[in-house]
């Protein structure tokens, strides 16, 4: 389970999930980052110290960051689509965001990329030992070429 504030006094991301699913009803059932962003500023109360903690050396606040972890998360889970760039929308506009487990699709996020993970590791391992059998031992096979 997470944390409820990190280091730096800020909800972590997953407290996100719900303003953000709020935010969209909000708007109609899609908007843009932008909107999103301000509507969830708006509902969280975030103070404006908080919403200009930078990240790292780029030009995207910490708030900014975790928002879009948090739309990554909601995207996995299949509660929000990008089908175009920058624009998000619900798959449900009859949802209630109290009733989403955020835990839950926290959780079932990270075994997804775990599982994704494990499954690259599985391939280049399976393509080493398909390179092995082709070609005998390891040098073998840069001679070959």
Do not use: C
């Not at 949802?95 to 690259?120: A, F, L």
Request: zero cysteines.
């Amino acid at each position: 389970m997470a944390h409820n504030i990190n280091k730096n006094n800020l909800p972590t991301f997953d407290k996100f999930i719900k303003p953000i699913l709020q935010s969209l009803l909000d708007l109609g059932g899609s908007g843009s980052i932008e909107e999103i962003n301000e509507k969830v500023f708006e509902l969280t109360q975030l103070t404006d110290e908080q919403l200009e903690i930078p990240q790292g050396d780029g030009s995207r606040t910490k708030v900014e960051y975790m928002l879009a972890w948090a739309r990554t998360y909601l995207k996995k889970a299949g509660l929000l689509e990008n089908s175009l760039r920058g624009v998000w929308s619900l798959t449900n506009a009859q949802i209630n965001p109290n009733n989403v487990d955020t835990d839950n699709i926290v959780k079932k996020y990270r075994e997804y990329s775990k599982n994704k993970s494990k499954t690259k590791l599985t391939q280049k391992k399976e393509l080493q030992v398909e390179a092995e059998e082709e070609f005998g031992n390891k040098e073998d096979w840069k001679s070959q070429l």
